[in-house]
Nanobody, 123 residues
């Protein structure tokens, strides 16, 4: 199984970025997908998750209303649209996959992880 994130970079506060995560080696459409992040000196935290078909989503309170998770099962790809970025969004962002029932959006227990993509906010 391979999860490869892309789309990170340097962005000004208030700006937007879209992260992508391309998955291979798994039955993508039967996995819940999640985005996590880890800021310097902090523990990794849940950011957003989507169920199999993307019909159910969940967000951390800190990103609700600013970030949107979506998935394209035909392309085996999950996205994280990040708007109104803040300095505290600076982190390495990871995507993750977990075998789960079709409507579940888990916040933990993920089976597979990508290598991460760095997002840096500049003032």
């Amino acid at each position: 199984v391979q999860l490869v994130e892309s789309g990170g970079g340097l962005v000004q506060a208030g700006g937007s970025l879209r992260l992508s995560c391309a998955a291979s080696g798994l039955a993508f459409s039967t996995y819940a997908m999640g985005w996590f992040r880890q800021a310097p000196g902090k523990e990794r935290e849940f950011v957003a998750g989507a169920s199999w078909m993307g019909g159910n989503t969940d967000y951390a309170d800190s990103v609700k209303g600013r970030f949107t998770i979506s998935r394209d099962n035909a392309k085996n790809t999950v996205y994280l649209q990040m708007n109104s970025l803040k300095a505290e969004d600076t982190a390495v962002y990871y995507c993750a996959a977990r075998s789960a029932s079709s409507t579940v959006v888990p916040r933990g227990g993920y089976d597979y992880w990508g290598q991460g993509t760095q997002v840096i906010l500049s003032s």
